[in-house]
């Protein structure tokens, strides 16, 4: 057994053949704590490799994914790669993508960072159970996550698109809320807030959350013009929040 405790692996590959000839000698990496794959198949670059359901890192801390691909092999409905990960406290998705467009659940009692950035709208949903949950960080084109267990724990909360306002949910942000009732601690795009601010009724929103938060921060961006009374509507069960206003260019 190869004493491996860390790789960070950027691979090239023609095909995705190539690709899983050369990520199934991985499975030997029994001691394997912190693990960046990164995968491009070129030409093709829309052309995404399958991440192997049967690596399984018992020791696995760290897991960092860009332009990966995961697939129900069970038939199941979902797809669910991570509970096997029993150790996992960080994890960060980057382009990646299910099969025909199956719902991803990320399962795990050990889970504490999770990063997503799906920059082409390829999860319908994400399905979450993560008790233990911390932080959260959702970037690019807004998903919808349904939360299969209470995310009490979750005490941070960073939100940014890259997409339009119109091409953002009004509502997204204000139902993503919704699901971490107890954040501390909440970052925001201007991009984002601008679009809750389309949905005409808005502001009669009941807020039911955010009586926690102590601290709000608001990238903003020179091309979008924050809406009136956005902010004090964030803050009207915490009305003590430091509030800061930060440049999005320089985060």
């Known amino acids: 057994m190869i004493q491996l405790h860390t790789l960070d692996l950027n691979l090239v590959t023609s095909s995705n053949e190539d690709c899983q000839s050369i990520l199934s000698s991985m499975s030997s990496f029994q001691t394997l704590t912190s693990l960046k794959l990164h995968v491009k198949i070129h030409p093709r670059v829309y052309q995404k490799a399958f991440f192997p359901d049967y690596l399984k890192f018992p020791a696995l801390v760290n897991l960092e994914l860009t332009n990966l691909m995961f697939r129900d092999s069970e038939n199941v409905g979902d797809v669910e790669p991570f509970s096997v990960f029993q150790n996992l406290k960080n994890l960060i998705l980057s382009g990646c993508a299910t099969k025909n467009h199956a719902n991803i659940l990320i399962s795990s009692l050990s889970l504490i960072n999770?990063?997503?950035?799906?920059?082409?709208?390829?999860?319908?949903?994400?399905?979450?159970?993560?008790?233990?949950?911390?932080?959260?960080?959702?970037?690019?084109?807004?998903?919808?996550?349904?939360?299969?267990?209470?995310?009490?724990?979750?005490?941070?909360?960073?939100?940014?698109?890259?997409?339009?306002?119109?091409?953002?949910?009004?509502?997204?942000?204000?139902?993503?809320?919704?699901?971490?009732?107890?954040?501390?601690?909440?970052?925001v795009s201007a991009r984002a807030l601008k679009a809750v601010s389309l949905n005409p009724d808005w502001?009669?929103?009941?807020?039911?959350?955010?009586?926690?938060?102590?601290?709000?921060?608001?990238?903003?961006?020179?091309?979008?013009?924050?809406?009136?009374g956005i902010v004090d509507f964030l803050l009207h069960n915490s009305p003590s929040t430091e509030v800061d206003m930060i440049d999005a260019g320089l985060h």
């Open 114 to 187: 999770l990063n997503i950035d799906d920059n082409l709208h390829r999860f319908l949903y994400i399905k979450l159970s993560a008790p233990c949950l911390s932080s959260i960080t959702l970037t690019g084109t807004p998903v919808a996550i349904r939360c299969e267990r209470s995310l009490a724990f979750a005490k941070e909360l960073n939100f940014d698109t890259n997409t339009s306002p119109l091409g953002c949910s009004s509502l997204t942000l204000l139902n993503l809320l919704q699901q971490f009732p107890n954040i501390e601690s909440l970052t």
């Open 203 to 228: 502001w009669k929103h009941k807020l039911l959350y955010l009586h926690h938060l102590k601290k709000l921060k608001v990238k903003m961006e020179p091309s979008i013009t924050l809406p009136n």
